[in-house]
C-alpha cells in the first residue's frame, strides 16, 4: 500500500476525511508545467537473464567527472535526502532535461554535445561491461523499462535502464533516450505522471551538435575510441501517454512479484515445519514431562526414583551461572533492541508506512526506531544479568550500550574507507555518520543507561529451586547434543522456513531491486521466531535429560544457529549470482554479510535463550524438591 487512507473522524456530522502520508501527497500539473527530472546515482543491475550475475557493488555519483553527462545551467544541485536514503546510497542531483507537461511530444532534443578522452572511454566501457544502469526519478517514480515475465505473461517495469550495450566486442555507450511519461487526468486540466519510462539506444554518426537531430533515422552505435578522444552527442524525445491508471495505484506496475507462487509455497512449508515443531513440543510437554512430574512428585519416592536418570536430577545446578554472564547478558539485551526495531518497522511496513515513494523511509524508520528502543536492551540486560548472578550492574549497562554499535560502526567505517578510495558515491558522507554517533550518544545510549537502572532495580527473576554448593559431575552427552552439532541441527530449521525469502532480500540488498512483500515477511518472520523457540526448547530438554546443566549458552548458541546457514548461503549466493571483479566490491559484500549474521545471531540468540529459560522455570516450578 503506498497511499494511506483512513483518517477517519467521528464527527457530530458523521464526516469522513482522508489524509496522505507526508512525502505521497499527490502533484498537479497543468497543461505547459515544467515536470523536474532528478538523477540519483549509478548503480550495478542484474540483466533479465537468469543466469545473469552481479558484477559490481560500487555506486558511482551521476555527474562523476568520467561519465561526461550533461550537467544543468548553473551547475548541478544536491536535493533533500532522508538518512535512510543517504545510507542506500541516494545521491539525487537535478538535471539538464527540460519538461513541460503535454508539451513538445515525440520532438527530438540535442542535450548537449560532450568530449571524452581515451582514458574516460575505458572507464565508461569497464561500467558497461559490468552492466551499470541510470537511475532517474521523475515525480517520484524511478524511470524504468518495460518487460515482460516469461512465467507468468505479466508486464512490469523494471527500474534502471543500462548505460550501455556489451553485447559486441567493444561495448557502445547510450547517448539517445526516448523518454515516455504516462499521466492520469484526474480533473479536466489537472494531469498526474502515474507512470516514467526510457528507451535508451546508442546513436552514432555525426555527432556534431548543429542542425535538428533524427531519432528515427537508422544508424550504427556509437563507439568511444580508446586511442583519441570521442565528440559524443546526447539527444532525448519525450512522448506524453495517456493513462487509466490512477495515482494511488501507480507503484503497481513496478512492484512486481516474480511468480508469487514461490513465496505462498515458502509460507506453506515454513507453517508445516512449525506445526510440526509445536506437535513435538506439546508431546514432549503434555506427556514427557508429565509423567515425569508426577513420578518425581509421588508420595511414595521409592529409591529406583530417587536414582533415576533425567533433568530432574540437575535441580540443583540447572541455575548454576554460566561463564561470562555479563557477555550472555549483553547479548540478550542487544538481540532485545533489535527484535523491538524488527518487529515496530514490519508493523509500520504493513500499516503502509514505508511509502516507496519516500526513498530510504526503510532504513531511517529502522534507525530511529533502534535508537528509542534502547531501553529495551538495557531492561533486559539488566534483569538478565541480575538473574545470572551478576552484581556489577554499571558495568554491564556500560557494555551494553557501547559494544554493538561501536562493533557495528567500526566495520562501517571500514567499508566506507573502502569505497571512498573506490571514488564510489555510496560512501557515506562525515556529516551522517557524525548524526547516527549523535543518534547513539544523544539517545540511544542514555534509553539504555535508563533501562539498565530500571532494570536493576527489578532485580533477577526468581528461581524455583536453590542451587547446591558444590558442582555435579557431566556424563558424556551423545554426539548429536555436542555443542557444535546442536548448534548446526536446530539452525537448519529456522533457516529453511526462511531461505526462499531470504533471496529475494539478498537481492534487494545488493542488486538493488526494489523489496515490498513485507506481507510475505512479516509471517515469515514470526514462522522463524517460532521454530527458534520450539526447536530451542526441544534441545535445551535433551540436554537437560543428558544430566548437562550447562543450557544458558548452549541455548543462544542454539537459537542462533540459522547465523551459521545464513552465512553459507551468502557465499552460495555470491558463487551463484556474483562476479565481482573488484577487491572493494568483495569487501563490501562479505562486510554486509557479516553484519547480516551478527544481527541475526543475535535476533534468534535471544529468542531461543528467552523462551528457553521460560521454559526451565515453569518446568522446575512444577517439581517437589526437599
Known amino acids: 500500500m503506498r497511499l494511506l487512507l483512513g483518517g477517519i473522524f467521528l464527527l457530530p456530522v458523521a464526516r469522513v476525511s482522508a489524509f496522505y502520508l507526508p512525502g505521497t501527497a499527490p502533484r498537479n500539473f497543468e497543461q505547459g508545467e515544467r515536470v523536474d527530472l532528478f538523477v540519483n546515482a549509478l548503480t550495478p543491475m542484474l540483466t533479465g537473464n537468469d543466469d545473469s550475475k552481479l558484477k559490481s557493488l560500487i555506486n558511482y555519483d551521476y555527474y562523476n567527472p568520467a561519465f561526461h553527462f550533461c550537467q544543468p545551467e548553473g551547475g548541478p544541485k544536491s536535493q533533500p535526502e532522508s538518512l535512510g536514503s543517504i545510507l542506500f546510497g541516494d545521491r539525487i542531483f ?6 513541460k507537461m503535454l508539451e513538445d511530444n515525440g520532438t ?11 582514458e574516460d572511454a575505458m572507464f565508461i566501457h569497464d561500467r558497461i561491461r559490468e552492466d551499470y544502469a541510470l537511475n532517474w526519478l521523475v515525480d517520484g517514480l524511478p524511470a524504468a523499462e518495460m518487460k515482460k515475465d516469461l512465467n507468468t505473461g505479466d508486464i512490469f517495469y523494471d527500474m534502471g535502464f543500462n548505460l550501455g550495450d556489451d553485447e559486441t566486442e567493444t561495448p557502445y555507450l547510450n547517448n539517445h533516450y526516448d523518454i515516455v511519461l504516462r499521466y492520469h487526468e484526474r480533473d479536466p486540466g489537472v494531469y498526474r505522471v502515474v507512470g516514467v519510462l526510457v528507451w535508451p539506444s546508442s546513436r552514432g554518426g555525426p555527432q556534431e551538435s548543429t ?3 533524427e531519432c528515427d533515422a537508422k544508424i550504427q552505435p556509437l563507439l568511444l575510441s580508446e586511442t583519441q578522444a570521442t565528440t559524443v552527442r546526447y539527444t532525448y524525445r519525450v512522448t506524453w501517454d495517456e493513462s487509466d491508471t490512477p495515482w494511488a495505484t501507480r507503484w503497481d506496475n513496478y512492484l512486481h512479484i516474480f511468480d508469487p507462487r514461490i513465496h505462498w509455497f515458502s509460507i506453506a512449508y515454513s507453517i508445516v515445519i512449525v506445526l510440526f515443531l509445536c506437535v513435538m513440543v506439546a508431546v514432549i510437554l503434555m506427556r514427557t514431562v508429565s509423567r515425569d512430574i508426577s513420578r518425581y512428585n509421588a508420595i511414595d519416592l521409592s529409591e529406583d526414583v530417587q536414582e533415576d536418570w533425567g533433568w530432574k536430577l540437575v535441580h540443583g545446578e540447572v541455575f548454576r551461572p554460566p561463564r561470562f554472564p555479563m557477555l550472555l547478558a549483553v547479548m540478550v539485551g542487544n538481540g532485545a533492541q533489535l527484535c523491538a526495531m524488527c518487529s515496530v518497522t514490519l508493523v509500520f511496513a504493513l500499516l503502509g508506512f514505508l511509502s516507496p515513494s519516500n ?14 528502543f534502547g531501553g529495551f536492551g538495557g531492561y533486559y540486560s539488566s534483569r538478565v544479568y541480575a538473574s545470572l548472578g551478576g552484581i556489577d550492574h554499571r558495568k554491564a549497562a556500560f557494555v551494553t550500550a557501547t559494544v554493538l554499535p561501536t562493533l557495528v560502526f567500526i566495520v562501517i567505517f ?9 571514488g564510489s558515491s555510496g560512501a557515506v558522507p562525515f556529516t551522517t555518520m557524525l548524526l547516527i554517533v549523535v543518534l547513539w550518544f544523544g539517545i540511544s545510549a542514555p534509553l539504555s543507561a535508563i533501562g539498565s537502572y530500571i532494570g536493576s532495580r527489578q532485580g533477577g527473576v526468581s528461581h524455583p529451586v536453590r542451587v547446591n554448593p558444590i558442582p ?6 551423545p554426539r548429536y547434543l555436542h555443542p557444535w552439532a546442536a548448534i548446526l541441527l536446530a539452525g537448519i530449521l529456522p533457516f529453511g522456513a526462511a531461505f526462499i525469502e531470504l533471496y529475494f532480500i539478498m537481492s534487494s540488498i545488493f542488486a538493488s531491486r526494489a523489496y515490498y512483500a513485507f506481507g510475505f515477511l512479516a509471517l515469515t518472520a514470526g514462522v522463524v521466531a517460532l521454530t527458534t523457540g520450539t526447536v530451542t526448547i526441544l534441545f535445551t530438554y535433551f540436554i537437560l535429560c543428558a544430566e548437562d546443566y550447562r543450557w544458558h549458552w548452549r541455548a543462544f548458541m542454539t537459537g542462533g544457529g540459522s547465523a551459521f546457514w545464513i552465512l553459507l548461503y551468502g557465499l552460495f549466493y555470491w558463487a551463484s549470482r556474483l562476479s565481482l571483479g573488484s577487491f572493494t566490491s568483495v569487501v563490501l559484500y562479505l562486510g554486509y554479510l557479516f553484519l547480516i549474521c551478527l544481527f541475526d545471531f543475535l535476533v534468534t540468540g535471544t529468542i531461543g535463550f528467552l523462551a528457553s529459560y521460560w521454559v ?8 517437589r524438591v526437599d
Not at 537535478?94 to 519538461?99: A, G, K, L, T
Not at 571500514?414 to 573506490?422: H, K, S, V
Open 472 to 477: 555435579r559431575q557431566i556424563p558424556p552427552a
Open 414 to 422: 571500514l567499508l566506507n574507507f573502502f569505497l571512498l578510495i573506490a
Open 211 to 213: 542542425g535538428k537531430p
Open 94 to 99: 537535478n538535471s539538464p532535461y527540460d519538461i
Open 616 to 623: 526451565v522455570r515453569r518446568l522446575y516450578s512444577a517439581i
Open 108 to 118: 527530438c532534443h540535442t542535450l548537449c554535445t560532450q568530449e571524452v578522452s581515451p
Open 359 to 372: 526513498r530510504g523511509s526503510l532504513a531511517t524508520v529502522m534507525i530511529v526506531c533502534w535508537s528509542f
